[in-house]
């Protein structure tokens, strides 16, 4: 009977795993073909030969600049980096022209440019940006330039402008410059068609009869927009300022009163011209449109131009190389 009841138990437990087995492979069925791996730890760093590994990022932090309210906006020519006056280059030379400038102002220079201004171009750019420079800071300012072909004397004329495209100040001037002499250094012709002069100074300057008739037609312009009349060209103002611009030219200065001691009244009598009103602009360095920009952001000047009391003017421009300002340009404006 023990032996009865032991088969039992054991065939009883037998079926058991057998039903147990049966249940575990219903419900983990395995696919055909699967493989099981163990997989290894990975390495710390490893990038799958399938995955392309992105480069690192390194961020560079900006610098936040607060632009005050109503800032100033000057600047100190310190000295010429590179290329001097009157430096000699071959003809068709390419060189770099660099200026180091002082911000003596209050605003930052954040997206300021130089650009080309007047006189000879020597393929600069229209505009080229300069470094970021706060208040205080020095900066060097480069431009490069190609030389003429020919021999001779060239003036090119720069300006320092702020993105919104006003000149910065540069002491009492909004221009500056770069002179070199190609060959000899005889002197050419310079803007639209320029001839030497033969009279009326003391020095090989050059007249300009396209500068001449451009700024007359820049101020009339600038009448015109105030609802003012046009003045009209007097040869004998003309003679008056053309004989002040070439004085200039020739002796290095900007004044209104002349080498000789002459004031604006005795140069415009001395012409032969009798006003009743009479006045005088003046301006160096840069060409017409320099000059026209200075002029009218300066209550004086501008006055000047837009005086109603004026009816004819004269206009005189000398350019002479070797002269403090290069461009000399002289309205004269009167009412007999």
Request: proline share 7%; aromatic share 8%; with cysteine.
């Given at each position: 009977?023990?032996?009865?009841?032991?088969?039992t138990?054991?065939?009883?437990?037998f079926?058991?795993?057998?039903?147990s087995?049966?249940v575990?492979?219903?419900?983990?069925?395995?696919?055909?073909?699967?493989v099981t791996?163990?997989?290894?730890?990975?390495k710390?760093?490893?990038?799958?030969?399938?995955?392309?590994?992105?480069?690192?990022?390194?961020?560079?932090?900006?610098?936040?600049?607060?632009?005050?309210?109503?800032?100033?906006?000057t600047a100190?020519?310190?000295?010429?980096?590179t290329?001097?006056?009157g430096?000699?280059?071959?003809?068709?030379?390419?060189?770099t022209?660099?200026w180091?400038?002082?911000?003596?102002?209050?605003?930052?220079?954040?997206?300021?440019?130089?650009?080309?201004?007047?006189?000879?171009?020597?393929?600069?750019?229209?505009?080229e940006?300069?470094?970021?420079?706060?208040p205080?800071?020095?900066?060097e300012?480069?431009?490069?330039?190609?030389?003429p072909?020919?021999?001779?004397s060239?003036?090119?004329?720069f300006?320092?402008n702020d993105?919104?495209?006003k000149?910065?100040?540069?002491?009492?001037?909004?221009?500056?410059?770069?002179?070199?002499?190609?060959?000899?250094?005889?002197?050419?012709t310079?803007?639209?068609?320029?001839?030497?002069?033969?009279?009326?100074?003391?020095?090989?300057?050059?007249?300009?009869?396209?500068?001449?008739n451009?700024?007359?037609?820049?101020?009339?312009?600038?009448?015109?927009?105030?609802?003012?009349?046009?003045?009209?060209?007097?040869?004998?103002?003309?003679n008056?300022?053309?004989s002040?611009?070439?004085?200039?030219?020739?002796?290095?200065?900007i004044?209104?009163t002349?080498?000789?001691?002459?004031?604006?009244?005795?140069?415009?009598?001395?012409?032969?011209?009798s006003?009743?009103?009479?006045?005088e602009?003046?301006?160096?360095?840069?060409?017409p449109q320099?000059?026209?920009t200075?002029?009218?952001?300066?209550q004086?000047?501008r006055?000047?131009i837009l005086?109603?009391?004026?009816?004819e003017?004269?206009?005189?421009y000398?350019?002479?190389?070797n002269?403090s300002y290069?461009?000399?340009?002289v309205?004269?404006?009167?009412?007999p």
């Amino acid at each position: 009977m023990k032996n009865k009841i032991l088969a039992t138990l054991i065939l009883i437990t037998f079926l058991s795993a057998c039903i147990s087995v049966q249940v575990d492979d219903a419900a983990t069925p395995t696919p055909a073909g699967f493989v099981t791996a163990a997989l290894a730890p990975t390495k710390a760093g490893y990038v799958p030969p399938t995955q392309t590994p992105s480069p690192a990022v390194t961020l560079t932090p900006t610098l936040a600049v607060t632009i005050p309210p109503n800032c100033t906006n000057t600047a100190a020519l310190v000295r010429d980096v590179t290329i001097q006056d009157g430096t000699v280059v071959n003809a068709g030379e390419t060189f770099t022209k660099t200026w180091e400038f002082i911000n003596t102002g209050t605003c930052p220079w954040i997206g300021y440019v130089l650009k080309y201004a007047a006189g000879d171009q020597m393929s600069a750019p229209l505009s080229e940006p300069i470094p970021a420079t706060l208040p205080k800071d020095r900066v060097e300012v480069s431009v490069q330039l190609t030389a003429p072909t020919a021999n001779g004397s060239y003036t090119g004329y720069f300006t320092l402008n702020d993105p919104n495209g006003k000149d910065v100040t540069i002491g009492i001037e909004k221009t500056f410059w770069v002179k070199i002499t190609v060959g000899s250094g005889a002197s050419p012709t310079t803007g639209s068609g320029s001839t030497p002069a033969t009279s009326g100074g003391t020095c090989a300057y050059s007249q300009d009869a396209g500068y001449v008739n451009q700024v007359a037609a820049l101020i009339n312009a600038e009448r015109a927009k105030a609802g003012m009349s046009a003045l009209t060209i007097n040869s004998l103002l003309a003679n008056a300022a053309q004989s002040h611009a070439a004085d200039m030219a020739c002796n290095s200065m900007i004044s209104h009163t002349g080498s000789n001691g002459s004031t604006i009244r005795s140069r415009v009598a001395a012409a032969g011209y009798s006003p009743s009103y009479v006045e005088e602009i003046i301006y160096g360095g840069g060409g017409p449109q320099a000059a026209m920009t200075w002029w009218m952001n300066d209550q004086i000047h501008r006055d000047a131009i837009l005086n109603s009391r004026s009816s004819e003017m004269g206009v005189g421009y000398a350019y002479f190389s070797n002269g403090s300002y290069g461009d000399y340009i002289v309205v004269v404006f009167g009412s007999p």
